[in-house]
T-cell receptor, first 111, second 116 residues
Framework: DAKTTQPNSMESNEEEPVHLPCNHS???????IHWYRQLPSQGPEYVIH???SNVNNRMASLAIAEDRKSSTLILHRATLRDAAVYYC????????????FGKGTHLIIQP | DTGVSQDPRHKITKRGQNVTFRCDPI?????LYWYRQTLGQGPEFLTY????????KSRLLSDRFSAERPKGSFSTLEIQRTEQGDSAMYLC??????????????FGPGTRLTVL
């Protein structure tokens, strides 16, 4: 699976939107973009995934660049409970085989 | 609670001992995964099963590691002759694969292994 690049950490204020970037310049045509997050002392949790079009669900939105070389996870209104490590993952198996996690972005939410 | 469960949650052992961890997936899920996570790093994929068949093993899974899923339900991960470098959080996940894309993996709380 192709590699992703994310900032080590980001900080935001509670109740404000958060945009978490991910670069994946070597993405292949069959790679899906998955986002997982890991809250302190818990296992990772699925957030959202997409291929080409922007996606929305109850947790977040995923904006995918037209050339698919980057994407942005958007938390529309951050809460303290959103403080976690967010992982951007490419997977050609649609997320059904082993996932390759990087170090992710540590999101800090200030009250 | 019908999520993924792991047992034990914590295990302390001495170097050279064997340890075994158990994972119970979400009941209807046919795929089960094992990952390892060390402090400050993201999880690393070890292996996964579809039903009782082990479909993929990472090169991280040395000969001292063996995983089984004998009846396609729960799984065990055994580490023989543990080394201090095996100290990590061992995570289990499961998913329902039906040939479609976008399969969400559900993770358990993990088993924290400390090798003294």
């Amino acid at each position: 699976d192709a590699k992703t690049t994310q900032p080590n950490s980001m900080e935001s204020n509670e109740e404000e939107p958060v945009h978490l970037p991910c670069n994946h310049s070597t993405i292949s045509g069959t790679d899906y973009i998955h986002w997982y997050r890991q809250l302190p002392s818990q296992g990772p949790e699925y957030v959202i995934h997409g291929l080409t079009s922007n996606v929305n669900n109850r947790m977040a939105s995923l904006a995918i660049a037209e050339d698919r070389k980057s994407s942005t996870l958007i938390l529309h209104r951050a809460t303290l409970r959103d403080a976690a490590v967010y992982y951007c993952i490419l997977n050609s198996g649609g997320g059904a085989d082993g996932l390759t996690f990087g170090k992710g972005t540590h999101l800090i939410i200030q009250p | 609670d019908t999520g993924v469960s792991q047992d034990p949650r914590h295990k302390i052992t001495k170097r050279g001992q064997n340890v075994t961890f158990r994972c119970d997936p979400i009941s209807e899920h046919n795929r089960l995964y094992w990952y390892r996570q060390t402090l400050g790093q993201g999880p690393e994929f070890l292996t996964y099963f579809q039903n009782e068949a082990q479909l993929e093993k990472s090169r991280l899974l040395s000969d001292r590691f063996s995983a089984e899923r004998p009846k396609g339900s729960f799984s065990t991960l055994e580490i023989q002759r543990t080394e201090q470098g095996d100290s990590a959080m061992y995570l289990c996940a499961s998913s329902l694969w039906g040939g479609r894309v976008g399969n969400e993996q559900f993770f358990g709380p993990g088993t924290r292994l400390t090798v003294l």
